[in-house]
C-alpha cells in the first residue's frame, strides 16, 4: 500500500511573509514576546500580547487568533504555548509537534507554516529541534482521520546556514507517509502599513527558575524578551539540609545582633556558591530590568531563605522587588494563584514579596520596625529606613503589579 504523501519545505526567509492557510508561533509565559512571534504580534496590532500577556498556558495548549486585515500573508494566526521557560527541555519538544498538529485540525488547516519553536532556548542544533517537532507532528498526523489530515508543512528559518542543518537531518527522518521534501526562498508579500505599537500589559523583570529535577540541580533564567539554556548541576542536597538545621538556631533564635547579621551573612553566601555559582547569574540580576525579580522554585527549594541571598556584594532582596513563586508538581498542572496563599505547612509566601511572619525579627535587626497592632485581612508592610548602610529602601505593596505574580 503506498504511502499517503506529505510535503515538507523548508523556506528560508520572514515568517510574517510566509503563505500559507495558518502560520503558528510559540509563546513562554509571562515573556514579552521576541523574534517570530514579536514580528507577527505588532502586525497583528498587538493582538498577542493583549490575549495572552496575562494569560498563564500550559505547554502544549494553542490558541486561534484571526489575521484577515492584517498585513500578514497569512489569514489565521495559531499561538502554541510552551508553559513556563523552566519546563520546555528537549524531551518536550514533540509535544509541541503534536500541539502543531492539533491546532492545524481545530483551524481545518490542511496546510501549515511555523519556525523552529524552542530552537532559541534549549541550546541544540537547528536540526535536533527540527527532528524532534516533526517526530511528534507527524504522529498526531497519522492518528488523524485522512480527510482531516495536514497535508503540508513549511518551516521558516531565515539563517540559510541553520536551514542546510535542518535539511541534513531530516533527509534521513523516519515517517508514515511518503515524505516529499523541498526548498525555497521567502518572496517578501506583506504590504506595509500603519499598525498600532503593542502596549505590553506585563512588567520587565527577570525570573530565576531555582527546581531540582531528579538528582539534578536546575537554574534557569528568564528575563526580557527570551530566556537563557537552562543550566544543571548535581543538587547540594547536603547544603541545603544544613542551612536549614542551622537555620533557626544561628538566626531566628540568636539573640545577639552581631551573630545573627553574621550567620545571616553565611547562609547567602552558602545560597549563591552552592546553588548559582555555576549558573553565573549575577550579572542577569544586577541588570534584572524593571528592578523586579521572580524566584521560581518547587517543593526542594521552597522552604530555604532565598531572602537571604548573597551575590558577591549585592543582596538582592535589599535592592529589588523579590517575589516567589511556586511550581506545583500536580497532573494537569494549573496556573500559580493570585491570591497570595501559603504551601501548607509553611510559612514562606509563593507569590508576594513581602517578608514571612517568622522573619519579622530578621527584618527588625536590619532596622525595619513592624506595625501593631495588625489589622485583619490586611498585609503587614515594614516600615523601613531609607539611608544607611546595608538598608532597604521601602516600597508599597501597590508598586507591585498583579500581573506580575501571576
Request: overall charge negative; cysteine-free.
Given at each position: 500500500m503506498t504511502a499517503q504523501p506529505f510535503t515538507l519545505t523548508l523556506a528560508q526567509g520572514d515568517v510574517v511573509d510566509v503563505?500559507?492557510?495558518?502560520?503558528?508561533v510559540g509563546h513562554v509565559n509571562d515573556v514579552v514576546p521576541s523574534g517570530a512571534e514579536a514580528a507577527i504580534d505588532q502586525l497583528l496590532g498587538g493582538a498577542i500580547v493583549r490575549h495572552l500577556g496575562a494569560r498563564r498556558s500550559r505547554l502544549g495548549t494553542t490558541h486561534l487568533l484571526p489575521a484577515l486585515s492584517s498585513p500578514l500573508a497569512s489569514p489565521c494566526v495559531g499561538v502554541v504555548s510552551m508553559g513556563d521557560g523552566e519546563e520546555l527541555d528537549a524531551s518536550r519538544l514533540p509535544e509541541l509537534g503534536v500541539?502543531?498538529?492539533?491546532?492545524?485540525?481545530?483551524?481545518?488547516?490542511?496546510?501549515?507554516a511555523t519556525v523552529l519553536l524552542g530552537a532559541g532556548s534549549l541550546g541544540l542544533r537547528a536540526g535536533q529541534v527540527a527532528e524532534a517537532l516533526l517526530s511528534g507532528l507527524l504522529g498526531a498526523v497519522a492518528r488523524q482521520p485522512a480527510e482531516q489530515r495536514l497535508r503540508e508543512l513549511t518551516i521558516v528559518e531565515r539563517e540559510p546556514q541553520r536551514l542546510q542543518e535542518v535539511q541534513s537531518a531530516l533527509a534521513t527522518l523516519r515517517s508514515p507517509f511518503g515524505l516529499h521534501l523541498y526548498t525555497e526562498q521567502i518572496a517578501v508579500r506583506r504590504v506595509l502599513a500603519e499598525v498600532p505599537a503593542a502596549t505590553s500589559t506585563l512588567v520587565d523583570h527577570l525570573r530565576l527558575g531555582i527546581t531540582r529535577t531528579g538528582d539534578q540541580l536546575k537554574v534557569t533564567t528568564i528575563g526580557d524578551g527570551a530566556f537563557d539554556p537552562a543550566t544543571l548541576s548535581p543538587f547540594p542536597a547536603e547544603v541545603a539540609q544544613r542551612i536549614a538545621g542551622s537555620l533557626r538556631e544561628e538566626v531566628l533564635d540568636e539573640q545577639d545582633d552581631g551573630r545573627r547579621l553574621a550567620a545571616m551573612d553565611g547562609i547567602g553566601a552558602q545560597l549563591h556558591h552552592a546553588f548559582l555559582a555555576e549558573a553565573d547569574v549575577l550579572r542577569r540580576v544586577h541588570d534584572s530590568p524593571g528592578g523586579y525579580l521572580v524566584l521560581r522554585l518547587d517543593e526542594a527549594t521552597v522552604d530555604l531563605p532565598w531572602e537571604l541571598l548573597a551575590l558577591d556584594a549585592q543582596q538582592p532582596a535589599l535592592e529589588l522587588r523579590v517575589a516567589r513563586q511556586l511550581e506545583l508538581r500536580t497532573p494537569g498542572r494549573q496556573a500559580s494563584t493570585r491570591s497570595g496563599r501559603t504551601r501548607a505547612g509553611s510559612s514562606l509566601p509563593t507569590t508576594r514579596p513581602s517578608p514571612p511572619r517568622t522573619w519579622r525579627h530578621v527584618?527588625?535587626?536590619r532596622g525595619c520596625s513592624w506595625p501593631t497592632p495588625a489589622t485583619p485581612g490586611r498585609r503587614q508592610i515594614p516600615d523601613c529606613p531609607t539611608s544607611g548602610p546595608g538598608r532597604p529602601a521601602t516600597s508599597s505593596a501597590a508598586s507591585w503589579p498583579p500581573e506580575h505574580a501571576g
Open positions: 503563505q500559507a492557510s495558518l502560520v503558528a500541539a502543531l498538529a492539533e491546532l492545524a485540525a481545530v483551524a481545518g488547516a490542511r496546510d501549515l527584618a527588625t535587626s
